[in-house]
T-cell receptor
Framework: GAGVSQSPSNKVTEKGKDVELRCDPI?????LYWYRQSLGQGLEFLIY????????KSGLPSDRFSAERTGGSVSTLTIQRTQQEDSAVYLC?????????????FGPGTRLTVT | AQSVTQLDSHVSVSEGTPVLLRCNYS??????LFWYVQHPNKGLQLLLK??????LVKGINGFEAEFKKSETSFHLTKPSAHMSDAAEYFC????????????FGAGTRLTVKP
C-alpha cells in the first residue's frame, strides 16, 4: 500500500517568509510525528499527534513553528518568518497506534533551504 | 523517562568484515527497541525490532540484534559488511508510559571501505 508521503520534496525560501510542509500519513494510522534533521545530525523531535488527544508540542523550537492535523489524517507544519537556522530536512512519521510493538513509518522528508 | 545512547558516532569497517553498532538504553519498564537505517538522501527504513519475544532478532539485509536486559543493550551486528551497508543507523527505544514514547539515539555513521 501507499506509504507516508510528504510535499514538497524540496523547498527554497527567502529569510522571513512563511512556509508550509505537508504530510500524508498511512491511512488508518492514528499517531503522527514531525522531526527535524539538520545536516549530519540526528533526529530532533518537534511535535506528536495521537488521535483526538491534544498534541505534544514539547519539541517545537520556537513560537514560529506550529502544526495541525486535520480530520486525524493530513498534517501541516508551518514555519513563520523563516530563519537560516531553520534549514534542514523535515521528516514525518506515522504509526498504526501508540503501543510499544508498533514501529514508525517515515516519509521521504522535505528539504528546506532558507536563503 | 527512557533514553538511548549510541556509543559510537562513526564506525568504519572493511568490506567483508563484521559490523558492530552499539546501543545502550534506559527504560523504567519493559521496552521495545528498534534499529532504523538511513541511506544518504533517503528516508528512514526499519531494520528490525524487539518487542519482548525472542531476544535475538533478525532483520533485513543480514542484520541482527540481541536484547540483553542485564546489560541494557541492543547492539546491531552483521557478519560481513557490504558496500551498500554504508549509511546512518539509529537505535530507538519505546516504552509504555510516556505520551511521546519514541526516543532516538544520536545515530552512528557506518563507513565501509573496499
Amino acid at each position: 500500500g501507499a506509504g507516508v508521503s510528504q510535499s514538497p520534496s524540496n523547498k527554497v525560501t527567502e529569510k522571513g517568509k512563511d512556509v508550509e510542509l505537508r504530510c500524508d500519513p498511512i491511512s488508518g494510522h492514528t499517531a503522527l510525528y514531525w522531526y527535524r534533521q539538520s545536516l549530519g545530525q540526528g533526529l530532533e523531535f518537534l511535535i506528536y499527534f495521537q488521535g483526538n488527544s491534544a498534541p505534544d508540542k514539547s519539541g517545537l523550537p520556537s513560537d514560529r513553528f506550529s502544526a495541525e492535523r486535520t480530520g486525524g489524517s493530513v498534517s501541516t507544519l508551518t514555519i513563520q518568518r523563516t530563519q537560516q537556522e531553520d534549514s534542514a530536512v523535515y521528516l514525518c512519521a506515522s504509526r498504526p497506534q501508540v503501543g510499544v510493538a508498533y514501529e514508525q513509518y517515515f516519509g521521504p522528508g522535505t528539504r528546506l533551504t532558507v536563503t | 523517562a527512557q533514553s538511548v545512547t549510541q556509543l559510537d558516532s562513526h564506525v568504519s569497517v572493511s568490506e567483508g568484515t563484521p559490523v558492530l553498532l552499539r546501543c545502550n538504553y534506559s527504560s523504567s519498564y519493559s521496552p521495545s527497541l528498534f534499529w532504523y537505517v538511513q541511506h544518504p538522501n533517503k528516508g528512514l527504513q526499519l531494520l528490525l525490532k524487539y518487542t519482548s519475544a525472542a531476544t535475538l532478532v533478525k532483520g533485513i539485509n543480514g542484520f541482527e540484534a540481541e536484547f540483553k536486559k542485564s546489560e541494557t543493550s541492543f547492539h546491531l551486528t552483521k557478519p560481513s559488511a557490504h558496500m551498500s551497508d554504508a549509511a546512518e543507523y539509529f537505535c530507538v527505544v519505546s516504552d509504555l508510559y510516556n505520551n511521546n514514547d519514541m526516543r532516538f539515539g544520536a545515530g552512528t555513521r557506518l563507513t565501509v571501505k573496499p
